[in-house]
């Protein structure tokens, strides 16, 4: 990779690559009037593109997110992204943002690897701010800085357009691009890789003063196509739908919301799309796009109670759907509701201040009316946007990140409020010697303690550079030891990077490493933070449980639940934990409303019934059976065991304990 800082504008590392450039460069130009098309050849000089075409990004998504990134860097404050669902023919991702010039296109192209941001050359180019290279002509703290994100929509495709125009211009560029899929054998002796060709032509324009990108991926390949359409999973289902019951695999079912699975066949030349399974969407028609992200994540919300107890994406959205939630996840965009720093007074939820060197319990942070979490502390992290907002929408879907900071009511005794606790850390890293330093580090973060976390994929940390993040919540909290199994999986936490930590990102952005020093430090931080947590929530639930000189409910049941209720606190390492109440109900409706707060309910009618008996007999059998049933759900459940199951598998797990027991209740 080219060096930057002391170049000459836009000298490469290279002289040959350089005369090729600027020839290309003024080709461009000259088409202008000639209408001739100006033709490069992509080479890298490593391996970069062979890489990226080899699939270091793994999911679509990965693609779609560096665009997004892109047209953020660009000053963009609108990304429109088309997938063509259900078909996946042709994906289109328009930005608002500076466009790109000859200069910025020949440049682009000619430097596969060796980015102009965060450089000298970013000014000269018009991708960063005149005086700082780390920010964009508009003031944006840069995602990119290697050069190599575009390239990977190669995973999708290996024959794409871009189209482009800054402000004041009378032309588009319109660059069309064939890439060669890399293998080994093709390597030269020299070192470089013809990696593809790229066609540029401009088209006058009479909106002068319209500026973008338009990037048009076509003929997505096969077998990204087939991922978005969630091919395999649909087929799986539909060979078990010719097995009888007791053969099925009870996991292949199809998720509760998805777009369906769409066939297309050829009609006289015309291609024609039916669907053997027609769309479940969470959202209505004429939903606009940010209600129809909201309903997306309510569709995911409303499995608890109904479903299961921890709804899992995977288990609750097709592919299609999956890849708009981890956009949405990544993308530097705002939240459903608000940002966590702007919950205030009236969010009911107990502040805490994080100490960056204690472990005991953290400050409480007492907020005025009207005050926010942002203003008590003085934190900057996803304040107002210097390029004016960023809105991204995909097929008509405004996406927000779907994180919610609402309480989710637990009946058991402890603290009945979510807990937010907030810090901010800037070390001192001037005693560390300059190699191993790897510049400054300032970052804010958050730790959200809720009674549950939804969806599970929720729990976790995730960590964001400049407002972008790859990776999804790391649910080992970068490699947290200490075993706090309830407590831990009650956490959403956020770290919003300003400065630092970019080094230690791998190449494919999803991923750390860990060996890095700034990685180090975030991470002894968040452990450090971990341990304030939880101090400050033992501490309270037993501040609660004194003041409420409340029975315990344990000691107050029979010797059964007694039995039930000290197995499950042995079976769980969080010794101030209690044990869940379990009711047995009539209904689905009653079941789902208790589960919702925090209830063990056991419907009825979903467990082996009990034989016709006389009336006085039938009542003390009853009891006696719904005592051994709340006993098994109550062992069952501090083994862990019901956690992840969904609620129909449960009352199948019970009732066949049950019929172990009782001969009555095994099926005939
Ligand atoms: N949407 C866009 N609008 C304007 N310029 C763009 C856009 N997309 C790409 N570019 C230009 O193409 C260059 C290459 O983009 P690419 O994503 O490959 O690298 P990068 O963003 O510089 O770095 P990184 O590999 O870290 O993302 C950018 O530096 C920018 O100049
Ligand atoms: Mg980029």
Redesign the pocket.
């Known amino acids: 990779m080219p060096s930057e800082t002391s170049e000459p504008s836009p000298a490469p590392a290279r002289a040959d690559l350089g005369k090729d450039e600027a020839a290309f460069v003024s080709a461009i130009r000259e088409n202008r009037t000639s209408g001739t098309a100006a033709t490069a050849t992509l080479t890298t000089d490593d391996r970069v593109l062979a890489r990226i075409t080899d699939g270091i990004y793994r999911q679509p998504s990965s693609a779609l997110r560096?665009?997004i990134?892109?047209?953020y860097?660009?000053d963009?404050t609108q990304v429109v992204i088309d997938t063509d669902a259900p078909r996946f023919r042709q994906i289109r991702?328009r930005?608002n943002?500076?466009?790109?010039d000859e200069d910025?296109?020949g440049?682009?192209i000619y430097?596969?690897?060796g980015?102009?941001?965060r450089t000298t050359v970013?000014a000269k180019?018009?991708?960063t701010d005149a005086k700082d290279p780390t920010r964009s002509p508009n003031g944006r703290k840069?995602?990119?800085?290697?050069?190599?994100?575009?390239?990977?929509v190669s995973q999708l495709t290996s024959h794409f357009q871009?189209i482009?125009k800054v402000a004041g211009s009378d032309h588009r560029l319109f660059a069309d691009v064939v890439l060669r899929t890399y293998s080994e054998s093709d390597e030269p002796s020299d070192g470089t890789f013809e990696s593809g060709t790229v066609k540029v032509v401009s088209v006058p324009a009479e909106d002068l003063a319209s500026h973008?990108?338009e990037?048009i991926l076509l003929n997505v390949r096969p077998k990204a196509k087939d991922i978005l359409r969630s091919k395999d999973r649909w087929e799986n289902i539909f060979e078990q739908e010719g097995l009888p019951s007791a053969e099925r695999d009870p996991g292949a079912v199809a998720p509760p919301w998805h777009i369906g699975f769409a066939e297309t066949s050829s009609l006289d030349g015309e291609e024609a799309v039916s669907f053997r399974v027609p769309p479940s969407l969470p959202w209505d028609f004429d939903d606009p796009p940010q209600v129809r992200f909201e309903k997306l994540y309510q569709g995911v919300a409303d499995q608890v109670g109904s479903t299961t107890e921890r709804p899992d994406l995977a288990k609750t959205l097709d592919t299609y759907l999956g890849t708009i939630w981890a956009l949405s996840l990544s993308a530097p965009i705002g939240y459903m509701g608000k940002h966590p720093f702007d919950l205030g007074a009236d969010d009911n939820l107990l502040v805490f201040k994080l100490s960056n060197i204690g472990r005991g319990r953290a400050d409480p942070v007492p907020l005025q009316p009207g005050q926010t979490v942002r203003q008590a502390l003085g934190l900057k992290a996803g304040a107002e946007d210097p390029a004016g907002g960023f809105t991204v929408y995909i097929d008509q879907v405004e996406l927000r990140r779907p994180i919610s900071y609402q309480y989710w009511a637990a009946k058991k005794q402890g603290v009945s409020q979510p807990m937010l606790f907030v810090g901010s850390y800037k070390p001192d890293l001037s005693k560390v010697s300059k190699n191993i330093r790897g510049g400054n580090l300032a970052f804010e973060g958050y730790l959200f303690w809720n009674s549950r976390i939804v969806p599970k994929e929720n729990n976790g940390i995730l960590i964001r550079i400049n407002g972008s993040s790859g990776a999804l919540f790391d649910d080992t909290f970068m490699k947290y030891q200490v075993s706090e199994q309830t407590r831990l999986r009650q956490i959403t936490s956020e770290i919003f990077v300003s400065e630092g930590l970019d080094a230690a990102l791998n190449i494919d952005?999803e991923s750390f490493n860990f060996a890095h020093s700034h990685y180090q430090i975030v991470s002894n931080w968040v452990h450090r933070a971990l341990r304030q947590l939880a101090n400050t929530h033992k501490g309270l639930g037993d501040d609660i449980r004194a003041g409420q000189k409340h029975i315990d409910r344990i000691a107050a049941t029979d010797k059964l639940g007694r039995f039930a209720a000290s197995t499950w606190a042995r079976a769980r390492s969080d010794q101030d934990e209690a044990p869940p109440e379990v009711e047995i109900v009539a209904s689905p409706i009653e079941a789902a409303a208790l589960r919702r707060s925090g209830v063990l309910a056991l419907d009825m009618s979903q467990l082996p019934r009990l034989p016709a008996l006389p009336a006085r007999k039938a009542k003390d059998e009853a009891e006696r059976r719904a005592q051994i049933t709340k006993a098994i759900a109550t062992v069952l459940d501090g083994f862990g065991l019901l956690q992840d199951m969904p609620y129909a598998r449960q009352h199948e797990l019970i009732g066949a304990l049950l019929a172990v027991f009782f001969e009555d209740a095994q099926d005939e």
Do not use: P, W
Not at 97 to 100: A, I, K
């Open positions: 560096e665009l990134s892109n047209a860097d660009a963009a991702i930005d943002g500076h466009g790109m910025a296109l440049r682009m430097h596969i690897g980015s102009s941001k970013g180019v018009g991708t840069l995602i990119g800085k290697i050069g190599i994100g575009l390239f990977s871009i482009t973008g990108t990037i952005r």
